[in-house]
C-alpha cells in the first residue's frame, strides 16, 4: 500500500497565543503569503486540507481565499471544519473574555459544543457552497461528546486527536496514552495527528511509541526524566513549526516503523506572518517554516514513492475496506453452503 500524506493548515485568526481568549482578537490579515505558500505546495503535487475557524471565515480576507481555491475543492484543496468556542457563537456570556478551559470545545457542554460546531458548519457551507466534512477540534479539543456532535451534523473524518500529548495542565485532554494508529467508529474516521517519540536508540524509539502509556506513567520521576535526557528522547509532531527537515524525518520513519501508512502534516496559517505565533517572530523566520516545508514534502516524495490525500477520502478507502470485508465473508458463506450441499 502507498504511502499517504496529508498536509493540513489549521486556517485561523491571529489570536493571543498567551492565553487570552477574547472575541476581540478576531484580526484576519492579507493572506497573501497564505495563497502564495499553497501555490507552491500544489505545484509540487500536494493536496491541501484548510481546517477553518469562524473567524477566518466569517472575514473579507477569508473569503478571498476560499474563493481563490473554490475550483480545486474536492480535488487538490479541501474544506474542513476547526472549531475556536470562544470566537463562533452562541456565547455562553455578555464577556468577550473566555475562560482557559472553555477554550477547549471538549470543556463545553454537549449542547454547546453541538451548537458551536453546528454554526460554524454552517457557515462554512455558506460561504464556500461546499459542507465540511473534516472536522478538527481547535487546540485538539476533542472530548466524550464531540463523536455524536460529528456524526450529527455529517461529518466523515476528524483530524483531533495529538497522540502522545497531554493537555491536562491547560485544562485539556490527555491524548499521552494513544497511539497515531487510525480507526473507523460507527461512521467518522480518526485520523490523529502524526507525532512521536524520537531517541538514537532505535530499540527505544519503537517501545516507546507502541506502548506511550507505560512510558508517560512514570514521567514525572527524576530517574525517568534523568534517562530521556540521556537517550536523547523528544516528542515532536510532524510540522516545520520549530521542528528541523531531519527531524521531521525522523518523526515519519518512528511512525513508519510502527506500520503507518498514511500521515498528517500540519502547521498553522498565522505561523506565515511574521510575529502572529511564536514559531515565527521574523520574516527570515517564516522563509525558513515555508523551506522546511518544501524540503520534507520532496523528501517524502522522492524517497517512499508517496502519495497526496485529503482526509476525506480515508473515509471512502475505509468503507471499501469495510464493503470488501463484508464480500469477502458473503461469499465464503455461499461457498460453504455449496459444499455441505455437495457433500
Known amino acids: 500500500m502507498a504511502l499517504k500524506l496529508a498536509i493540513v493548515i489549521h486556517v485561523e485568526e491571529e489570536f493571543d497565543w498567551h492565553g ?8 484576519v490579515s492579507p493572506q497573501h503569503t497564505l495563497i502564495n505558500t499553497i501555490e507552491k505546495l500544489l505545484a509540487i503535487g500536494t493536496k491541501i486540507t484548510l481546517a477553518m475557524d469562524y473567524a477566518f471565515v466569517s472575514s473579507i480576507e477569508g473569503k478571498k481565499v476560499i474563493d481563490h481555491f473554490l475550483p480545486l475543492e474536492g480535488e487538490s484543496i479541501e474544506f474542513a471544519a476547526h472549531l475556536h468556542p ?7 456570556n455578555d464577556s468577550s473574555l473566555s475562560t482557559t478551559a472553555a477554550s477547549f470545545p471538549c470543556n463545553l457542554t454537549k449542547e454547546l459544543e453541538f451548537q458551536k460546531l453546528k454554526t460554524l458548519t454552517d457557515m462554512i457551507e455558506r460561504v464556500s457552497r461546499v459542507r465540511p466534512v473534516t472536522y478538527l477540534a481547535g487546540r485538539y479539543g476533542a472530548g466524550v461528546n464531540t463523536h455524536e456532535a460529528l456524526k450529527a451534523l455529517g461529518y466523515k473524518t476528524d483530524l483531533s486527536c495529538s497522540p502522545y500529548y497531554d493537555f491536562t495542565p491547560l485544562e485539556g485532554p490527555n491524548f499521552s496514552s494513544l497511539t497515531c494508529k487510525d480507526y473507523l467508529k460507527d461512521s467518522v474516521y480518526y485520523l490523529p495527528h502524526t507525532t512521536a517519540l524520537t531517541s538514537w536508540s532505535s530499540i527505544l524509539e519503537n517501545w516507546l511509541n507502541a506502548n506511550p502509556q507505560t512510558f508517560f506513567h512514570h514521567s514525572n520521576r527524576l530517574d525517568y526524566r534523568l534517562a530521556r535526557k540521556l537517550l536523547g528522547v523528544r516528542l515532536d509532531r510532524l510540522s ?4 528541523s527537515s531531519e527531524q521531521m524525518q525522523r518523526v515519519f520513519n518512528a511512525q513508519h516503523k510502527q506500520g503507518q501508512d498514511k500521515f498528517i502534516l500540519s502547521f498553522h496559517s498565522t505561523s506565515l506572518i511574521p510575529g502572529a505565533t511564536p514559531y515565527t517572530q521574523t520574516k527570515s523566520d517564516v522563509d525558513r517554516l515555508v523551506e522546511r516545508l518544501m524540503d520534507f514534502i520532496t523528501w517524502f516524495y522522492c524517497n517512499h514513492d508517496g502519495e497526496a490525500f485529503l ?12 464493503a470488501s470485508k463484508n464480500k469477502k465473508e458473503s461469499e465464503s458463506v455461499h461457498m460453504a453452503s455449496n459444499i455441505e450441499e455437495e457433500l
Open 311 to 322: 482526509p476525506r477520502e480515508c473515509n471512502l478507502y475505509s468503507g471499501k475496506l469495510v
Open 20 to 27: 487570552c481568549f477574547s472575541r476581540a482578537n478576531n484580526t
Open 240 to 243: 516545520p513549526e520549530e521542528v
Open 86 to 92: 470562544w470566537l463562533t457563537p452562541p456565547y455562553q
